[in-house]
């Protein structure tokens, strides 16, 4: 399954009645175990963006947050930590991974790119320490251009509860560099490192330092991944505001001249767009 195909099989998933929600989630993760190492990456890429053809808080939806929960599941994998989802639940993790020396939980975010502001609610660093059941460490894994840019509640709690924080372009530059990584601790221990601090740019770095130092590249190595996921991010922002000129057309279609202003009104699609573009 390539990511260009994500949305489909969620699509056909949800269409086929037969399968329970968690089968929909097996499926998903099957999938993905099929994945080369640099389809994985293409996945990471990409990865975070809930497409605006699905609806809001549909089944669809929730087939996708599978989707992502089997991604980090594979990811962590492919860094030599055998991992797996867990089946839905509201109070517990959906990712665990162990090794001969830890354990490890999970969680993945995804947001729409017409989503305004998110705050820490969206993020639910403290539920990921409470929902660890015994884990020694605790990962959330979000989309880089995502997460609180300045300041916020997240990276106080994240340090406070040793829960680290992780872009999905920080898991593709693991993977690309994981021959050099002969230990991961460093990372799960950044927490433990640093004063609790809301400032985002202290905690970034300090992910960064380490991220280096355990795979051996430098500063230029991780701009040139993240500028790579940038130009991705440009590629999905064209494709979802396409998806919205596209319902534009399909109501201009409709007769009685009112109806179709009102129905663009009520839609909030210029809104939409204009978020979406803030991407750019």
């Known amino acids: 399954m390539k990511y260009n195909e994500v949305l489909e099989v969620v699509l056909q998933l949800c269409a086929d009645e037969s399968l329970s929600f968690v089968q929909k989630g097996a499926v998903l993760e099957q999938e993905l175990k099929k994945c080369t190492t640099e389809e994985i990456i293409e996945h990471l890429l990409y990865a975070g963006v809930i497409p605006e053809k699905i609806g809001h808080d549909s089944t669809e939806e929730k087939v996708f947050a599978k989707y992502c929960d089997a991604l980090l599941s594979r990811s962590l994998s492919e860094i030599g930590i055998p ?11 959906d990712v665990i991974g162990k ?31 409470q929902w660890r059941q015994g884990a020694d460490y605790a990962c959330l894994l979000g989309p880089i251009y995502q997460y609180p840019n300045s300041s916020s509640q997240i990276y106080k709690q994240a340090i406070t509860y040793n829960v680290t924080l992780l872009s999905y372009t920080h898991m593709a530059f693991l993977i690309v560099n994981r021959q050099r990584i002969t230990d991961l601790t460093p990372l799960w221990e950044v927490g433990k490192k640093l004063q609790p601090s809301k400032d985002a740019n202290t905690y970034w770095n300090a992910i960064l330092a380490v991220i280096l130092s355990i795979t051996g590249k430098t500063k230029d190595d991780w701009n040139k991944l993240e500028a790579l996921t940038m130009q991705c991010l440009s590629e999905q922002v064209g494709k979802q505001i396409a998806y919205w000129v596209e319902q534009k057309e399909v109501i201009a279609s409709y007769d009685r001249e009112k109806a179709i202003e009102e129905l663009i009104k009520a839609l909030k699609i210029d809104n939409k767009i204009n978020i979406i573009k803030k991407y750019r």
């Open 99 to 129: 090794t001969d020396k830890y354990s490890i939980v999970g969680d993945a975010k995804a947001f729409r790119l017409s989503r305004t502001a998110k705050n820490q609610k969206d993020f639910k660093v403290e539920a990921l320490n």
């Open 83 to 93: 991992s797996k989802t867990l089946e839905a639940r509201g109070d517990a993790a």
